[in-house]
T-cell receptor, first 112, second 117 residues
Framework: DQQVKQNSPSLSVQEGRISILNCDYT??????FLWYKKYPAEGPTFLIS?????DKNEDGRFTVFLNKSAKHLSLHIVPSQPGDSAVYFCAASVFGNEKLTFGTGTRLTIIP | DTGVSQDPRHKITKRGQNVTFRCDPI?????LYWYRQTLGQGPEFLTYFQNEAQLEKSRLLSDRFSAERPKGSFSTLEIQRTEQGDSAMYLCASSKVGRQGADGTQYFGPGTRLLVL
C-alpha cells in the first residue's frame, strides 16, 4: 500500500529553468509534508516542509505547494542549478506519530 | 556538530550470519530512528527511540531484527541469520522532540549498505 506516490521516476530540466516535482498521497490523516534531497552514497537531506494548515511555503529557490483537496503537493525549484541534480523524496507524517512515510523518489537531472 | 554517523558504511556477509550496525546521533537529539531503503524505493520506517525507550516498531521488523539504544545515546541494529532479502541500505536519523520540519526535523546519517550473499 503506497501511501505516498511520486509517479515520475526521473525529470530533466535545463539549467536556469524551473523544476517541478510532484507527489500524491492517499492517507488523509497526513498533516505534515516534507521534501528530502539525496545524493549518491549520502543520507537524505531535509529541504523544506509544509503543514496541512498552509498551502504554500517558500525558502529561497524552493517552494512547496499543498493542495489538500487533491491530496497533492509539489516542489518548485527556480532557477534550477547543476548542484540540484539528485534524487528528491517526498515524505509525510501524522500528528503525534513522528515516523516518516516516503515516496519512491524522483531523479532530477539539471542539464547545463 | 558532526551530524549523524553510521558504522560500517558497507557490509558484505554470507547468508545465515549475524550483523550489527551502529548509529551515533547528533549529540543533543533525544529521538533516533531506523529506516531501510531498497533499490528503487524510498526509505521505510523500521523503529524509533525516544531516549532509551523503543516507542514503535514496524511490522517490517521481524523477529530476526533487534534494535537497542542503551543510555539514550548511540543505537545498534542487529540482524540475526541474515537472508538475501535483507540486502538494503539501513539509514539512521535523529531529531529533537518536536514537529517535523521544525525542531523535530529528522536528520539522516549516510547509511550502511548491506549485501547478503
Amino acid at each position: 500500500d503506497q501511501q505516498v506516490k511520486q509517479n515520475s521516476p526521473s525529470l530533466s530540466v535545463q539549467e536556469g529553468r524551473i523544476s517541478i516535482l510532484n507527489c500524491d498521497y492517499t492517507n488523509s490523516m497526513f498533516d505534515y509534508f516534507l521534501w528530502y534531497k539525496k545524493y549518491p552514497a549520502e543520507g537524505p537531506t531535509f529541504l523544506i516542509s509544509i503543514s496541512s494548515i498552509k498551502d504554500k511555503n517558500e525558502d529561497g529557490r524552493f517552494t512547496v505547494f499543498l493542495n489538500k483537496s487533491a491530496k497533492h503537493l509539489s516542489l518548485h525549484i527556480v532557477p534550477s542549478q547543476p548542484g540540484d541534480s539528485a534524487v528528491y523524496f517526498c515524505a509525510a507524517s501524522v500528528f503525534g506519530n513522528e515516523k516518516l512515510t516516503f515516496g519512491t523518489g524522483t531523479r532530477l537531472t539539471i542539464i547545463p | 556538530d558532526t551530524g549523524v554517523s553510521q558504522d560500517p558504511r558497507h557490509k558484505i556477509t554470507k547468508r545465515g550470519q549475524n550483523v550489527t550496525f551502529r548509529c551515533d546521533p547528533i549529540s543533543e537529539h533525544n529521538r533516533l530512528y531506523w529506516y531501510r531503503q531498497t533499490l528503487g524505493q524510498g526509505p521505510e520506517f523500521l523503529t524509533y527511540f525516544q531516549n532509551e525507550a523503543q516507542l514503535e516498531k514496524s511490522r517490517l521488523l521481524s523477529d530476526r531484527f533487534s534494535a537497542e539504544r542503551p543510555k539514550g545515546s548511540f543505537s545498534t541494529l542487529e540482524i540475526q541469520r541474515t537472508e538475501q532479502g535483507d540486502s538494503a541500505m539501513y539509514l539512521c536519523a535523529s531529531s529533537k522532540v518536536g514537529r517535523q520540519g521544525a525542531d523535530g526535523t529528522q536528520y539522516f546519517g549516510p547509511g550502511t549498505r548491506l549485501l547478503v550473499l
